[in-house]
């Protein structure tokens, strides 16, 4: 592919800008000793949620996790998990302030547990979906009830958060609406974007298992020599391939990005999605030429991020994870697993390939917007805005209704990012978390406080950090968000304030890399 025009402009800003275990009490870690963590079903998470300013509507609905045999066209129907049958699942949409009672019914085989996290929003934490931190993981034949207020507007989504589930078919989107919108357009387009495994060459688990294998299982497939080094960003420039004892089928090598800075990722997908379709099938958004349409634009993957462009068209910025920024005119956006942004674009008069590139694993999801005649691309087709002006999240700036107030830092934490492909040992200052440890060396905060996190990647690889229960900006007036990607050898430093009580999941959104244990709890004191 040829090189992006200003890659330097955007790599320079990406870079610089049981439920009652840990509800009762648990050890800080280090030196800070023992200390008491705000219960997520207690007194201040209810207080809290009695602040918000509530419309008094409700809207329910039930989501049925279960086995489902679904077409992602063009003839490939894989098994795999879903909510009620589908992949995506039906959208949900509700206006700001509206209470959202949904019940997950489990009824996935075998017996394993599940969840729902709702993510992007700062919910109420016992409803965040977090087994065991924040409830108790859903069994199979049972059901809990998710009950919350929405009382921020932007585009969302929910997937389960145990194990892996995240890479089968279990997500959909949440879509809250502004009834106060200032924004004018005609008509929306929400796009979910996809890297697909299940059902095709493996699961998900399978994919991990051998992942966890590390570089240095891989001895007596050719992969023994390695000297040790760290295969975060590996250089060989080759696929992946099967050997005879099963190593190397999900493990992709020589996945390089200068976007990303590096290794752009781990697994090699059979096809990538665009609103469950595959390319050679394509999802079709039809539309009027001179119209103006709203794209809600999400990154569902478990392992790739997307270079995503419309042909022939300009795609303006709005908003990023839910909240608005300056607008900002670009060819093209790069979406990191677990990021939404929120474009308008004056349809043309045609057929335009809507392309999304696996960014440096040579492949990519592929749908079409038409509003009038003419042929229809090739999905193999490359337009040229992929190769136009890129702006990342760090170049852009919040708008000024949310922009953070000026602050004094009451409190920094350094969250480094360690670990590497050789051992596949993904940890948050050196430490891997487990769900179940009661010692998870929570990163402590205070209710009322301004926090400073300094994201260090230490890896040689990129990863999309992702906080729950807030919204951070970067830097001084840098776009509020909840999941930014971190270029591998360099620093972003975030800012937020502990407004949201109890106790948040902070952990990198490649699915995989959060199983290893690139998770850490942020906790507030009680």
């Given amino acids: 592919m040829d090189s992006i025009n200003r890659r330097s402009v955007l790599l320079a800003g990406l870079g610089s800008a049981g439920a009652g275990v840990l509800a009762a009490c648990t050890n800080g870690g280090g030196s800070s000793g023992s200390n008491a963590l705000i219960n997520p079903s207690g007194s201040a998470v209810a207080a809290t949620e009695k602040k918000r300013k509530s419309t008094g509507r409700q809207q329910k609905v039930t989501l049925t996790a279960a086995p489902a045999m679904i077409d992602l066209g063009g003839g490939v129907m894989p098994k795999t998990w879903a909510y009620d049958g589908r992949t995506p699942g039906k959208e949900i949409r509700l206006s700001v302030g509206d209470t959202l009672v949904a019940e997950l019914s489990n009824q996935l085989p075998n017996e394993p547990t599940t969840s729902i996290h709702w993510h992007g929003i700062a919910m109420r934490n016992d409803m965040d979906g977090v087994p065991p931190t924040t409830q108790t993981a859903v069994r199979a034949g049972s059901t809990f009830t998710y009950k919350f207020i929405a009382d921020a507007p932007g585009t969302y989504f929910f997937h389960p958060h145990v194990g892996v589930q995240l890479d089968r078919g279990l997500y959909a989107p949440l879509i809250v609406e502004d009834p106060k919108e200032t924004l004018d357009y005609d008509d929306e387009w929400v796009v979910l974007l996809d890297d697909w495994v299940d059902g095709v060459t493996g699961t998900p688990d399978e994919v991990f298992a051998e992942l966890r294998q590390g570089m240095g299982g891989m001895e007596g497939h050719g992969m023994g020599d390695m000297g040790g080094m760290d295969m975060g960003a590996s250089p060989t420039p080759s696929a992946s391939a099967s050997s005879d004892g099963g190593s190397m089928k999900f493990m992709l090598m020589g996945a390089e990005s200068d976007l990303l800075g590096g290794d752009a990722g781990d697994v090699e997908y059979p096809h990538h999605l665009v609103n469950g379709r595959v390319a050679k099938d394509p999802d079709v958004y039809t539309g009027k030429p001179g119209k103006k349409v709203r794209l809600r634009i999400i990154n569902a993957g478990g392992d790739t991020a997307y270079r995503v462009a419309l042909g022939g068209h300009k795609l303006t910025i709005t908003q990023t994870d839910g909240f608005p920024v300056q607008h900002q005119e670009v060819d093209a956006l790069l979406v990191g697993m677990g990021e939404r942004y929120d474009v308008l674009v004056t349809l043309g008069d045609g057929v335009f390939p809507f392309v999304a ?112 229960g807030h919204t951070y900006q970067l830097g001084t007036a840098g776009p509020r968000k909840d999941t930014s990607i971190v270029l591998p050898k360099k620093k972003l430093s975030v800012y937020f304030d502990a407004d949201n009580p109890g106790q948040w999941m902070l952990h990198c959104h490649n699915a995989y890399h959060g199983e290893a244990g690139m998770m850490a709890n942020v906790a507030y004191r009680a």
């Fill in 357 to 468: 590139v696996a960014e440096g694993k040579d492949a990519n999801g592929f749908a079409l917007v038409r509003t009038g005649s003419g042929s229809t691309p090739s999905a193999t087709v490359r337009p040229k805005e992929l190769d136009g002006v890129i702006v990342s999240a760090s170049q852009l700036r919040a708008a000024d209704d949310v922009r953070l107030t000026s602050a004094k830092t009451d409190v920094t934490h350094q969250i480094k990012l360690t670990g590497g492909m050789m051992k596949y040992n993904w940890a948050i200052n050196g430490k891997p978390f487990t769900m179940n440890d009661p010692q998870a060396n929570p990163i402590l905060i205070e209710q009322g406080q301004r926090v400073r996190l300094d994201f260090v990647n230490d890896t040689d690889m990129w990863h999309p950090m992702h906080l729950h």
